[in-house]
């Protein structure tokens, strides 16, 4: 009974690990730009980085690289007659790179997408056109979002400003995923990719004969 009650305990936190949701956030206005890695509840700033002391940097003296020795042509390797090259190899991935990216984004949710736009400048008709511009870009990008990943909240705010010299722009936007799925997706197409791979580098008269 004892090995029952801890294997279920086990499963217990493995599942309530994969519903964990990792992911990021990207926050843009005039404070600048902002970049965090989000993992449950804590958030890591990711940008702008803390920059070591300068005093640090200059302690360190760059090392003089070591020239590697010519390579002997006996150690070269010559390339097996009919085996395909790198670049045909990995030209054999993009079907399997494009599945994933299809359930990828079905797997994605935006947590957050907020968007602030006020348009201004010294010409009243520019702002008028820019205003008309900037909505019309928000049509066209906003059924983008909502056809294919989930969208648990968002808001759009665009505004004309006359009195203002420039435009300005506040953005928001967090995406995650849950652990579990990171993991079912890294395993089923990450065996596909490693048997197209080992599948790619077989000379051409084994894969007819295959």
């Known amino acids: 009974m004892t090995f029952f009650k801890v294997l279920l305990a086990v499963l217990a936190v493995l599942w309530l690990i994969s519903l964990i949701r990792v992911g990021g956030r990207v926050s843009y206005g005039q404070a600048g730009l902002f970049a965090y890695l989000l993992m449950g509840p804590v958030k890591l700033q990711l940008f702008p980085m803390a920059n070591a002391s300068e005093g640090n940097w200059r302690s360190k003296a760059k090392k003089p690289k070591k020239e590697k020795p010519p390579m002997a042509e006996k150690h070269k390797k010559e390339p ?6 790198t670049l045909s190899r990995l030209m054999k991935l993009l079907p399997v790179v494009g599945q994933a990216c299809g359930s990828l984004k079905r797997k994605i949710r935006i947590d957050e997408l907020e968007l602030e736009v006020i348009w201004g400048g010294t010409d009243a ?16 990008l906003w059924p983008v979002f909502d056809h294919n990943f989930k969208v648990k909240r968002h808001s759009f705010q665009i505004s004309a400003d006359y009195g203002r010299t420039e435009p300005a722009a506040e953005l928001r936007a967090a995406v995650t995923m849950t652990v579990g799925q990171m993991m079912t997706l890294g395993v089923h197409y990450g065996v596909k990719a490693l048997f197209t791979w080992i599948k790619s580098g077989r000379p051409a008269a084994k894969r007819q004969e295959a």
Do not use: S
């Not at 008709?125 to 066209?140: D, K, P, T």
């Open 80 to 85: 097996g007659e009919g085996r395909p090259g």
């Open 125 to 140: 008709a520019a702002v008028a056109l820019g205003y008309g511009r900037a909505n019309a870009a928000l049509g066209m």
